[in-house]
């Protein structure tokens, strides 16, 4: 467990819970959420948070069996932030009353008068003696617990904001973490502050603490790192090269489905300027070899996660094997959601990792970056050297144009999707619109269509551009390019890249569209 201060977040469902976490680590605090059935008594003594925040959920208290934090969270002498439903299973359990909701439920935005200004968490607060905040409720507090006071109201939650200052427990019925509180983080700051915190999660002590846990965890055992070129991976091999040198090696597989110059960029920026071990597998004829003919999205992304297992498993053997297998899974993906449901959520797509390898081949996992967001590993990456147009490149997933070629996949079609994009993503450096854009790609469609060139007609493949802004890939806008800049775009891609005679732009947003298209 990490060795800086350290906050829990008691997770009851709410669809913005990440959303907390981050704007504690904008603030150097390191915090960590877990779902409320995994927090036990003897959990809260190993972690022992310096602060507790209770999340919000989709429950209602006045439910019977409706989740609960264990009571001790409220012995423990450390500040505690109630947040909507948070906020109601505080009250509930310190005494005060819930209500259901009958008519006066409140969704969106909403607006705060201050009671009293006096409260250490509102400094900065109510400066134009009111603040808008995001409201998403349908129960409220019709009683506040003995101890507290009412600190703001707004029109449908007359307890917006109480608090019981002596014991430091502070119950909001708002999200300050989300975008419509504007003066969300100020909020967290203040709390952050009351409770002691002193901003000690900085991207240069968790450097230093990494490559010592990543010391004491190998050994001198010998790991080995599937690099794809992607910022995770490159990020955690960096890492661990330095801490562990020649002990790593590194596996970059070309499936013959990269982008243009793409494998060698990476392998010379690897190999070269870092030093690292690193083989280059070109395994392109036995991927697309064992593509030809298929069409199907889950059948060719079972192909491709197969294949690269296989290949992967037969570079380790040539290097004598290895004990470890590095991977740069982050935080996101390690958080335990909540289900109320029960069910196992549908698989929408079968996403290629190296899961699967470590049980095969018995190796142990090093994961450095778990601990971290996508940002975070951005700065970890610029605090290691990486540089930044390598940092801030868009994510490309591990089957790569496979699944931006609908339909069967050809030589051709790659060589003309290539090129394609290497003209759409230049057009975008050039309006710089690059940083702006969470992911932009062309895909080819599977579809010929007529068009006329000069005077001769053209029978070619049409293309779809896709560019959609993002937080974390889960849900996703397309992105709104001027109407210039798509006209340009279409004309260069049809005068430059042989094979395309027709250009649309993707406007689906996530849901009910996936980002890619297979
Ligand atoms: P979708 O298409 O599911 O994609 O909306 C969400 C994000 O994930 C990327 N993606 C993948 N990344 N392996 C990866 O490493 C995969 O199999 C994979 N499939 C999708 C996608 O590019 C987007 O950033």
Known sequence: MTQHQRLLIIDFGSQVTQLIARRLRELNVYCEIHPFNNVTPAFLT???????????????VIDEGSPR??????DMGVPVLGICYGQQVMMHMLGGVVERGTGTAEFGRAYVTPDDKTLSLLEGWFKDDREQVWMSHGDHVSQIAPGFQVFGTSPNAPFAITADPSRRFYAVQFHPE??????????????????????????????EQAIAAIRAQVGDGKVICALSGGVDSSVAAVLIHEAIGEQLTCVYVDHGLMRENESEEVVSMFREHYNLPLIHADESELFLGKLDGQSDPETKRKIIGGLFIDVFERKAKEIG???????GTLYPDVIESVSFSGGPSVTIKSHHNVGGLPEKMGMQLVEPLRELFKDEVRALGRELGLPDSFIGRHPFPGPGLAIRCPGEITREKLDILRKADAVYIDQIRKHGLYDEIWQAFVAILP??????????RTYDFACALRAVTSVDGMTADYYPFSHEFLGETATRIINEVRGINRVTYDITSKPPGTIEWE
């Open 69 to 74: 934090p264990p009571a001790e969270v409220f």
């Open 46 to 60: 190993e972690f022992a948070p310096m602060a507790v925040i209770l999340s919000g959920g989709p429950a209602s």
């Open 447 to 456: 579809v010929r269509t007529v068009g006329v060139m000069g005077d001769g």
């Open 178 to 207: 989300v975008h419509h509180t504007p003066n969300g983080a100020a909020l967290y700051a203040n709390f952050v502050r009351e409770a002691g915190f002193t901003g000690d999660w900085t991207m240069g002590a968790y450097r």
């Open 321 to 327: 094997g290895a004990d470890f297998l590095a991977q």
